[in-house]
């Protein structure tokens, strides 16, 4: 059931970015859409979610191997986009991409745990809105450091 489970959510951010790349956006407008998707699989599956939140980083359990594997196939789906879009130049060089799609997956993963869990009333598109700004590196504001008020 797990693999099942997050084979579906593999193929949901699969099927996001190739949405985004055949109507010609870019990798930030496919991490974004990814973003959205993964939101939507946790608001469809949140049990299933919690599960594999709460699974994934423990050592010794009888499905740590299923759980590699799977982990590993949605992390390539996100590491595809980013390496392609600093092939295209539309992101840094300086990124490490598999440490970059592990902390876009985890990102996505905590937040819509925590909003399912704690903030329920939120919107799916509140919640978007929120990490998006993350993604689009928009979260910085127009003073600069020690600058006064």
């Given at each position: 059931?797990?693999?099942?489970?997050?084979?579906?959510?593999?193929?949901?951010?699969?099927?996001?970015a190739?949405?985004?790349?055949?109507?010609?956006?870019?990798?930030?407008?496919?991490?974004?859409?990814?973003?959205?998707?993964?939101?939507?699989?946790?608001?469809?599956?949140?049990?299933?979610?919690?599960?594999?939140?709460?699974?994934?980083?423990?050592?010794?359990?009888?499905?740590?191997?299923?759980?590699?594997?799977?982990?590993?196939?949605?992390?390539?789906?996100?590491e595809?986009?980013?390496?392609?879009?600093v092939?295209?130049d539309?992101?840094?060089?300086?990124?490490?991409?598999?440490?970059?799609?592990?902390?876009?997956?985890?990102?996505?993963?905590?937040?819509?745990?925590?909003?399912?869990?704690?903030?329920?009333?939120?919107?799916?598109?509140d919640?978007?809105?929120?990490?998006?700004?993350?993604?689009?590196?928009?979260?910085?504001?127009?003073?600069?450091?020690?600058?006064?008020?």
């Open positions: 059931m797990l693999r099942h489970g997050i084979e579906l959510l593999r193929d949901a951010l699969q099927e996001a190739d949405t985004v790349a055949a109507r010609g956006g870019g990798s930030v407008d496919a991490l974004d859409a990814m973003i959205r998707s993964g939101l939507a699989f946790i608001d469809r599956y949140p049990a299933l979610t919690q599960l594999y939140a709460a699974e994934l980083w423990r050592t010794n359990r009888a499905w740590q191997s299923t759980l590699m594997v799977v982990r590993a196939q949605v992390l390539a789906v996100i595809a986009v980013l390496r392609e879009g092939a295209r539309e992101l840094s060089a300086e990124i490490d991409t598999g440490l970059t799609a592990s902390a876009l997956c985890g990102m996505v993963l905590v937040a819509g745990v925590d909003w399912k869990s704690y903030q329920p009333q939120r919107s799916i598109d919640v978007h809105a929120a990490l998006s700004l993350l993604v689009q590196g928009r979260v910085g504001g127009t003073r600069a450091p020690g600058q006064a008020a």
